[in-house]
């Protein structure tokens, strides 16, 4: 039987997922943390339906702009609404004038520099080894850890939800879609620990920090990631 089907039926399910946690965020009568879990299956099928089209050489150009368009709901439209979101609840200096109802909309530059960073990913060759630029769910997980953490109610929560911090953070996120950073990318050739030890690093990093602060390590792990990844280029040893 041909199952050269099954990396698009993947991709396609990775896409109803995205349009379903955009509709519960959209709704937003369901905490974040929740519907993190959605996207984090997309998350995992968005490397299955790439992962099984390379072993069933299933490799097309419509799977190419499938995936992406799936991506693009899932890990692009789904972390501009939570910045929306997050804008929208914070306490605002301007209540009552037309700019505290336009300003969350700035939530969505984000969407925008994750279909630039898609449509130049499809047209642009790059090493198979780095990426350019912060990739697509990388950035949504990262968008979540904020959104999750403005919820504890804590001072974190305080911090997060302030314009400028928020701000911030969309300035940075959107820069590193767009950037041409060269990052690390976590397609092993092989298990072996030469050629692979910067990659193990931020590995044996991640599973600690993960275990011992939850969500708040994301931001952490991710700054790891980048420092890292900067620094082997600079050593010119992917």
């Known amino acids: 039987?041909?199952?050269?089907?099954l990396p698009n039926?993947?991709?396609i399910f990775n896409l109803f997922l995205g349009c379903v946690?955009?509709?519960l965020l959209v709704e937003n009568n369901l905490e974040v943390k929740y519907?993190?879990?959605i996207t984090f299956i997309c998350l995992i099928l968005d490397y299955l339906d790439g992962y099984i089209a390379r072993k069933l050489n299933a490799k097309s150009d419509i799977g190419?702009?499938?995936?992406?368009?799936a991506d693009m709901v899932s890990f692009g439209l789904v972390p501009g609404i939570l910045l929306y979101n997050m804008i929208n609840a914070a306490p605002s200096f301007v209540v009552?004038?037309?700019?505290s109802s336009l300003i969350p909309f700035l939530g969505f530059i984000i969407t925008i520099a994750s279909a630039y960073r898609l449509a130049r990913f499809n047209i642009k060759k790059s090493a198979s080894?780095?990426?350019n630029g912060l990739p697509t769910p990388a950035n949504a997980i990262l968008i979540y850890s904020f959104?999750?953490?403005?919820e504890e109610g804590n001072l974190f929560s305080q911090i997060i939800l302030r314009y400028d911090i928020l701000m911030l953070i969309l300035v940075i996120s959107s820069f590193l879609l767009v950037s041409n950073i060269k990052l690390l990318n976590f397609k092993f050739k092989s298990t072996r620990f030469v050629g692979n030890r910067r990659r193990f690093f931020i590995i044996f990093i991640s599973i600690p920090a993960v275990i011992f602060l939850g969500i708040y390590s994301v931001p952490i792990i991710l700054l790891i990631y980048i420092l890292t990844s900067i620094f082997t280029q600079y050593k010119g040893n992917y």
């Open 147 to 150: 959104s999750i953490i403005s």
């Open 35 to 37: 519907v993190f879990y």
């Open 64 to 69: 190419i702009q499938l995936d992406s368009l």
């Open 129 to 131: 080894n780095f990426f």
């Open 21 to 23: 946690a955009t509709l």
């Open 9 to 11: 039926l993947i991709t």
């Open 96 to 99: 009552g004038s037309i700019f």
């Open 1 to 5: 039987m041909n199952f050269k089907f």
